[in-house]
């Protein structure tokens, strides 16, 4: 279970992003209600993927077997410079 507080925080960095506007129910419910703006909704396919993939490659552990997280790649091998590596979003790349 996630704490209120984790996902009331969650929520709100969400709907800062411009993610999910948030809609107050009136008298009785009192409920609020979290829904996906466009700009969620098109993250959507890359959603799909990361939990598929997640599907595939982080399956639960058996009984009595310790669990080992695959090796994690360098930038060299990945053909990176060493070092850090920044990204940049410019208003051309995100026209596209």
């Known amino acids: 279970m996630i704490p ?3 996902l009331s925080a969650r929520l709100k960095q969400l709907e800062e ?5 948030r809609r107050a129910l009136p008298h009785p419910e009192r409920a609020v209600v ?3 703006t466009a700009y969620g909704r098109d993250l959507e396919p890359a959603l799909i993927a990361l939990g598929r993939w997640g599907a595939r490659t982080m399956t639960a552990p058996h009984a ?3 669990t080992r997280r695959p090796k994690r790649s360098t930038p060299a091998e990945n053909g990176l410079p060493a070092g850090k590596v920044r990204c940049r979003l410019t208003e ?3 026209a596209s």
């Open 4 to 6: 209120s507080n984790i």
């Open 17 to 21: 992003a411009g993610l999910v506007t």
């Open 34 to 36: 979290y829904e996906l």
């Open 64 to 66: 009595g077997r310790r």
């Open 92 to 94: 051309a790349a995100s």
